[in-house]
């Protein structure tokens, strides 16, 4: 009977003023711990989109040197594509010169061969002969007056061909221009 006493029993005033009390350090504390929530939640936040960038510039920096690799290699291949240039230039050379025709037809295999490896290659002769000069693929190296009826600036003769391989040209083509 007691213990249903106790229970019915009212609290006190000071009772009721410790709860009150006891409530609002709850709301402190909750308070405080809101806002070091908010706090690390700004700083998780402020942390992951440091991450994105650097990940963003990881990959940027990884495809950027990869592409630069792939350039380095592209232009090695043409520097030997281009040092192979002189043996072409020769085999003609003794292609015109030569009077055995048994020589001629090996000589003439040998030029073909020599073209279809840079056709395999992508390379193609530069031929302005008739064209107006254009030093995007051309070097002239001499001028000659005009004939009647020739324009001036325009190709007459290639005196050493050129060479480009898409837009990028190996070996500027060596001509002679009209007056």
Same mark, same amino acid.
């Given at each position: 009977?007691e213990?249903?006493?106790?229970?019915?029993?009212e609290?006190?005033?000071?009772?009721?003023?410790d709860c !009150?009390?006891?409530?609002?350090?709850?709301?402190?504390c909750?308070?405080?711990?809101?806002?070091? *929530? $908010?706090? +690390? /939640? %700004?700083?998780?936040?402020?942390?992951?989109?440091?991450?994105?960038?650097?990940?963003?510039?990881?990959?940027?920096?990884?495809?950027?040197?990869?592409?630069q690799?792939?350039?380095?290699? !592209?232009?090695?291949?043409?520097?030997?594509i281009?040092?192979?240039?002189?043996?072409?230039?020769? *085999? $003609?050379r +003794? /292609? %015109?010169?030569?009077?055995?025709?048994?020589?001629?037809?090996?000589?003439?295999?040998i030029?073909?061969?020599?073209?279809?490896?840079l056709?395999?290659?992508g390379?193609?002769?530069?031929?302005?002969?008739?064209?107006?000069?254009?030093?995007?693929?051309?070097?002239?190296?001499?001028?000659t007056?005009?004939?009647?009826?020739?324009?001036?600036?325009?190709v007459?003769?290639?005196?050493?061909?050129?060479?480009?391989?898409?837009?990028?040209?190996?070996?500027y083509?060596?001509?002679?221009?009209?007056?």
């Amino acid at each position: 009977m007691e213990q249903e006493e106790l229970k019915n029993v009212e609290k006190t005033p000071v009772e009721e003023n410790d709860c !009150a009390e006891e409530k609002k350090t709850k709301k402190k504390c909750s308070g405080k711990k809101q806002e070091e *929530l $908010e706090k +690390a /939640l %700004a700083e998780a936040e402020e942390c992951k989109r440091k991450w994105y960038a650097v990940t963003a510039e990881y990959e940027n920096y990884r495809r950027r040197t990869q592409n630069q690799a792939a350039q380095r290699y !592209a232009d090695g291949r043409n520097d030997v594509i281009a040092s192979l240039f002189v043996i072409g230039d020769n *085999l $003609e050379r +003794a /292609l %015109a010169a030569c009077s055995d025709e048994n020589t001629k037809q090996g000589i003439d295999m040998i030029l073909k061969t020599f073209k279809k490896v840079l056709e395999g290659e992508g390379v193609e002769e530069i031929d302005p002969v008739g064209q107006p000069f254009d030093a995007t693929y051309s070097e002239a190296i001499m001028a000659t007056p005009s004939e009647n009826g020739e324009e001036s600036g325009i190709v007459k003769q290639v005196y050493v061909k050129g060479y480009k391989k898409g837009e990028k040209v190996l070996r500027y083509a060596q001509v002679i221009v009209t007056q």
